[in-house]
């Protein structure tokens, strides 16, 4: 009995399997994934597939509409930087008369040399009256029309941080020479004596007007090229040193040079030459119509004058009357 007992023992252990008792690690090797999530991917699978099947024109109908966007896109683009007809008109409008102006400019200013040669031709014929010679050449004197030599002084103005910048824009705004500063220093050398002035090669007279236009300063509309500025005075060199140390110009440049780093420098030159003035409009004075009463012309205290030029202009030279 005790045999067969051990052989029933052993017959059992015989019908049992090595790794029964390893059957946690048995179902982490063989099932890695619980049935649910096994369950669960293949109907993902099989969802999937159908879909594809039926999601052919879903796609194409994708593309299409992604077509038809970027050509609505396109064409919004195109229209918003294509220029407005009202816009695109009115600038045609300036250009054309931007043209007739300069058209007309260049025809007045050819008029103008061949006026001045007959009156030239006039002079040297001796046709003219010794008086009316005499105005006449005060007249294109003090309007500029003719180039100038001869001694004078030197003013020269910077933009603070020295006259080596590469953009004038790089100075300080309160470091800038404004036009203010240079209708101040030609007052002073028209009050010292100066026959002549002109500014970067700007010639001056009796009508002209320092201006600015944001960061430029003008002179009678043209932009001067800093950052020197350069204002040159025609006249006796010792008079005007005295009498412009004499006045409030010396106090003026050590001002700007101690506040605003604006750097200046005075010198007297034996030998310069400023050519003529720009052409400018003529004005002239006529008689009112019969039973007008009306002024047209305006008077120096009329509102019609610009200030800012009567201010830098009154003082440059005197006026004389062009007969």
Same mark, same amino acid.
């Given at each position: 009995?005790?045999? &067969?007992?051990?052989?029933?023992?052993?017959?059992?252990?015989?019908?049992?399997?090595? +790794?029964?008792?390893?059957?946690?690690?048995?179902?982490?090797?063989?099932?890695?994934?619980?049935?649910? /999530?096994?369950?669960?991917?293949?109907?993902?699978?099989?969802? @999937?597939?159908?879909? &594809?099947?039926?999601?052919?024109?879903?796609?194409?109908?994708?593309?299409?509409?992604?077509?038809?966007?970027?050509?609505?896109?396109?064409?919004?683009?195109?229209?918003?930087?294509?220029?407005?007809? *009202? *816009?695109? $008109?009115?600038?045609?409008?300036?250009? =054309?008369?931007?043209?007739?102006? &300069?058209?007309?400019? =260049?025809?007045?200013?050819?008029?103008?040399?061949?006026?001045?040669?007959?009156? +030239?031709?006039?002079?040297?014929?001796?046709?003219?009256?010794?008086?009316?010679?005499? %105005?006449?050449?005060?007249?294109?004197?003090?309007?500029?029309?003719?180039?100038?030599?001869?001694?004078?002084?030197?003013? $020269?103005?910077?933009?603070? @941080?020295?006259? @080596?910048?590469?953009?004038?824009?790089?100075?300080?705004?309160?470091?800038?020479?404004?036009?203010?500063? *240079?209708?101040?220093?030609? #007052?002073?050398?028209?009050?010292?004596?100066?026959?002549?002035?002109?500014? #970067?090669?700007?010639?001056?007279?009796?009508? &002209?007007? %320092?201006?600015?236009?944001?960061? !430029? %300063?003008?002179?009678?509309?043209?932009?001067? #090229?800093?950052?020197?500025?350069? %204002?040159? !005075?025609?006249?006796?060199?010792? +008079?005007?040193?005295?009498?412009?140390?004499?006045?409030?110009?010396?106090?003026?440049?050590?001002?700007?040079?101690? =506040? /605003?780093?604006? $750097?200046?420098?005075?010198?007297?030159?034996?030998?310069?030459?400023?050519?003529?003035?720009?052409?400018?409009?003529?004005? /002239?004075?006529?008689?009112?119509?019969?039973?007008?009463?009306?002024?047209?012309?305006?008077?120096?205290?009329?509102?019609?004058?610009?200030?800012?030029?009567? @201010?830098?202009?009154?003082? #440059?030279?005197?006026?004389?009357?062009?007969?």
């Amino acid at each position: 009995m005790p045999g &067969s007992t051990a052989q029933d023992a052993t017959g059992h252990a015989r019908g049992r399997r090595p +790794d029964e008792s390893m059957t946690l690690l048995r179902e982490v090797t063989e099932r890695p994934l619980d049935p649910g /999530y096994a369950q669960m991917a293949q109907r993902r699978a099989e969802a @999937g597939q159908a879909a &594809s099947r039926r999601g052919v024109p879903g796609v194409v109908m994708l593309l299409l509409l992604a077509v038809l966007l970027g050509v609505a896109t396109t064409v919004a683009v195109r229209d918003l930087r294509a220029p407005q007809p *009202v *816009v695109a $008109k009115g600038r045609t409008v300036l250009m =054309e008369q931007i043209q007739d102006r &300069s058209a007309e400019v =260049e025809e007045l200013s050819r008029r103008a040399v061949t006026l001045g040669a007959e009156v +030239d031709g006039l002079q040297s014929d001796g046709l003219l009256p010794s008086a009316l010679l005499e %105005i006449n050449e005060v007249d294109r004197w003090v309007n500029g029309a003719v180039p100038v030599r001869g001694p004078g002084m030197v003013v $020269k103005l910077t933009d603070g @941080g020295g006259g @080596g910048l590469v953009d004038p824009g790089d100075a300080p705004a309160e470091s800038r020479v404004r036009d203010a500063d *240079v209708q101040f220093v030609v #007052n002073e050398l028209w009050a010292a004596g100066a026959e002549a002035v002109a500014v #970067n090669d700007e010639r001056l007279t009796s009508l &002209s007007a %320092i201006r600015n236009a944001g960061d !430029a %300063i003008l002179v009678d509309l043209q932009p001067l #090229n800093g950052p020197t500025y350069t %204002i040159e !005075a025609v006249g006796d060199p010792e +008079d005007m040193q005295v009498e412009f140390a004499r006045s409030a110009g010396l106090g003026f440049l050590q001002l700007l040079s101690a =506040e /605003y780093d604006i $750097k200046n420098e005075v010198t007297t030159s034996e030998g310069m030459y400023l050519p003529g003035a720009r052409p400018s409009t003529l004005r /002239y004075a006529h008689l009112p119509a019969s039973g007008d009463t009306t002024q047209d012309s305006p008077g120096p205290e009329s509102p019609g004058q610009d200030s800012s030029e009567q @201010g830098s202009s009154e003082q #440059n030279s005197p006026e004389e009357d062009n007969g």
